[in-house]
């Protein structure tokens, strides 16, 4: 039995175990629902679709892949800096949908093998088949990480400019009289036009002082939820003067000029850097283009000149 038919086989048995898995959730969609009424009573409100039982079916499968708590932990600290629910259903539910996601096009990819690979020379079909199965199931697994890391990205890249603004707009609110609790709710509401990330977790902060969090604990929520160097020295800031008793306007004072410092030097060094990272796309664009409008005369000139030697006109 050679390689590619061993490789048709697996496909095969592969596309009919998902079918056979799909066909015995839709004609037992009905009993599903109606233990789940039995288990939650009156709470469930709305009527299971085929998404959710497929994500039933699956879930044996997503409990043995969580047990690796290297997979867990990345998912919780990714929830945990967007500002979203975290705890282990929230973790399990996302987990169950990746693997769904995982497995739908596992499948889609297995039929579009079938289609393909008889129409392919034989040197090909295999890197063929495991191409369409393998590339684009880890795509569907990985993308919904990627995205969380992308948003992640974009809420670190907003701290990172507008910061020192809110900074700055907190302390003339402190200065102005509001309590430090009131200007920071004050931030977050103007910081939400123009800045989203920024607004919001400010507003975060805000809301968890007044249901009871002490301030310390929600400033300290904010270095856990942005990995950024200046708010882990505002946030000890402003605990310290808090624990001390000192005068917090003062304290809001010092750390703005602070981080107007440190953006002001970033910036510096971003300037610094312009010229050497415009080395390379000068060398590859405009020198060749330099180098052809100046020497195309001379090279025709120089192959006028040889032709005409060698007898050419």
Not at 220 to 232: P, S, Y
Not at 247 to 275: G, H, N, Y
Request: proline share 3%; glycine share 4%; with cysteine.
């Amino acid at each position: 039995m050679s390689f590619e038919t061993i490789i048709r086989f697996c496909m095969l048995v592969i596309m009919a175990l998902m079918c056979g898995m799909l066909i015995y959730i839709v004609f037992n969609r009905d009993n599903s629902y109606l233990l789940e009424r039995l288990k939650r009573g009156h709470a469930v409100r709305k009527q299971r679709n085929l998404w959710d039982d497929l994500l039933d079916v699956i879930k044996p499968l997503t409990v043995a892949n969580m047990k690796d708590s290297k997979n867990t932990n990345t998912i919780k600290q990714m929830f945990i800096k967007l500002g979203l629910p975290a705890n282990e259903n929230d973790i399990m539910d996302f987990e169950n949908r990746r693997i769904l996601r995982l497995l739908i096009v596992a499948l889609l990819g297995v039929v579009a093998s079938f289609v393909v690979i008889p129409f392919l020379m034989d040197s090909v079909k295999v890197l063929v088949g495991v191409i369409l199965v393998c590339f684009p199931t880890y795509l569907a697994y990985k993308s919904p990480a990627w995205a969380l890391a992308k948003r992640i990205k974009k809420k670190e890249k907003a701290f990172e400019k507008f910061f020192p603004d809110a900074i700055d707009l907190l302390c003339v609110c402190v200065e102005a009289g509001l309590s430090i609790d009131s200007a920071i709710e004050r931030v977050g509401r103007e910081f939400s036009n123009f800045s989203k990330e920024v607004g919001s977790e400010f507003s975060r902060i805000a809301k968890d002082m007044l249901s009871g969090v002490s301030k310390q604990d929600a400033l300290r929520g904010l270095t856990e939820r942005v990995e950024n160097k200046d708010i882990q020295s505002f946030v000890a800031v402003i605990v310290q003067a808090d624990k001390l008793g000192a005068s917090i306007s003062s304290s809001l004072s010092i750390s703005a000029d602070s981080l107007r410092t440190k953006r002001k030097q970033r910036l510096d060094a971003q300037v610094s850097a312009a010229s050497t990272k415009m080395t390379i796309p000068l060398v590859l664009c405009l020198l060749p283009a330099t180098f052809a409008v100046v020497l195309t005369p001379a090279i025709i000139q120089v192959v006028e000149s040889l032709g005409k030697m060698h007898g050419f006109k």
